[in-house]
């Protein structure tokens, strides 16, 4: 188990064998974030991209209570002006540039940003408890970093809609069955079955893992004949790693793989 110094206590990250946990650790604020933490996520974010052995990351917080309720509106002035804010570096875009694949494992409430930060994820595990809510809408605002471009995308536009227009809460159970949520574990249950999610993952080829993250999100928004094409160099690009000549062989000797990267 290794961790990471120079990051503020209010987010924690460790590495255990290929799998990376990122917790934001504010559980008396609901996990709120506040600038300090952004500044953080850029410097786990360019780690991690930068770090082979991470094959895989979790991201979670702190508590049952919430996964997060976003931005922490009493510090959303130290982002200073109007201009400022537009052009800030923030958290929930800079964890989109993950390469590796993301799992969020969520429990409580996961608002606005922190709503946001659920969807920038690749898989989304909750417990029964969680709550969901674009929630900006009734303070006078909307999303500002995802909820209006990702939701219609997991989701039907008018269920997309309904959350964006209302702000009211959506329970887990309504969450899975509008497809914003992947899976619903109990609390006991749940540190467990994202534990085995990973290091399934982890387990598997990174370059292809990452190759298929990153073709999954160039399907939304590539026309479909593009992207199959793409999807077919990459395939070929795959045969060219000493990964591929490792899975041929561990297929043909019955043993299981021992992929490297490369």
């Known amino acids: 188990m ?11 990250y460790e590495q255990d064998g290929a799998v990376a946990t990122i917790t934001l650790n504010r559980p008396e604020k609901l996990n709120t974030m ?18 082979e052995s991470v094959r895989v990351v979790i991201l979670t917080g702190t508590g ?10 009493k510090v959303l002035d130290d982002y200073g002006s109007n201009w400022q804010l537009r052009n800030r570096i923030d958290y929930a875009r800079e964890l989109w540039k ?39 809408i009734k303070l006078g605002w909307h999303g500002g970093a ?5 939701l219609p995308r997991v989701m039907s536009p008018g269920r ?12 887990a159970a309504e969450a899975q069955d509008w497809g914003l949520v992947d899976r619903i574990f109990d609390d006991a249950d749940i540190d467990a079955k994202v534990a085995d999610l990973a290091a ?8 292809a893992s990452e190759l298929a993250k990153h073709l999954v999100r160039v399907s939304m928004s590539t026309a479909v004949d593009v992207g199959l094409q793409y999807e077919n160099d990459t395939f070929a690009y ?10 041929r062989a561990a297929f043909a000797e019955k043993r299981r793989p021992n992929f490297r990267g490369r």
Do not use: H, W
């Open 64 to 73: 049952s209570r919430a996964f997060s309720a976003g931005s922490d509106i």
């Open 160 to 171: 997309a809609l309904e959350m964006l227009l209302t702000g009211d809460m959506v329970s």
């Open 238 to 247: 795959c045969f060219t790693t000493e990964d591929s000549d490792e899975g």
């Open 200 to 207: 399934r993952i982890a387990g598997n080829a990174p370059i």
């Open 98 to 136: 993950i390469r590796k694949p993301v799992i969020a494992k969520i429990r409580g409430y996961c608002i606005g940003g922190g709503l946001e930060m659920a969807l920038m994820s690749d898989i989304r595990y909750a417990t029964p408890d969680s709550r969901f809510a674009a929630g900006e």
């Open 34 to 51: 506040t600038p300090a933490m952004g500044k953080a996520i850029i410097q786990l974010v360019t780690y991690i991209n930068n770090e």
């Open 146 to 150: 995802g909820n209006t471009q990702l």
């Open 2 to 12: 290794s961790t990471l110094p120079g990051l503020p206590d209010e987010l924690l």
